[in-house]
């Protein structure tokens, strides 16, 4: 019989924060290790002057600004960002985020980035 | 040539809204249609007293609390969730969200829901 997988309701205080290059700090709040088939939901807290790492790899974020203000840049494209605005980064576009001021946001990946980066 | 996708940053009122059975409000903030290779993330605002659809499918749903507060029914699990709250629905559990107070919420499905639901 296949194993029923739990869902859950839970707060972003409960999972303990990463800090990431750049000095932005990750929680990953929904992985394959919850069951999660698809994708991974993280939660990315700026203190202002910080930033993302600025890099580029072969998958897609899609994030959104749940409080403050940051500067993005998405390949060629450098603008500001503020509460209630989403981001598309496309796979392969160099990109990274800086906050203007203290910023959070939510950040979607595939679940194969999860796998990779926080192990099975 | 492949051609290259481009990134963005939009905001949550430049997409419309549509009503949802049960009186909630969804906008599709980014879908396959921009590229997105894997998942579509959907913005969703629930006026209280209104719910988003009480059913059950193949797919799950990472869910981000914005603001206000819901009432989430997860399988056997009912309980309230207030903003920071995270709520994972695993594929095939019955669910639905009624608002207690105005609630607004990111809801990330697998891209194949949002070619299946708007077209191509």
Known sequence: MEEKIPGFVRHTSD?????????????WLI???DGAPT???RHIN???G??????SHDYEHEIFLIEGEIEATIGDLKCNAIKGDFLFIPPNAFHGMKAV?????ICVV??????????S
């Open 31 to 33: 992985t394959h290790r």
């Open 101 to 105: 001021r203290d910023a959070k946001l």
């Open 110 to 119: 595939p679940v194969k980035v999860a796998r990779e980066m926080l192990g």
């Open 15 to 27: 999972i303990s924060e990463k800090e990431m290059d750049g000095g932005a700090r990750i929680r």
């Open 50 to 55: 910080k930033s993302t790492p600025f890099h």
């Open 46 to 48: 700026i203190p202002v």
């Open 39 to 41: 994708f991974s939901m």
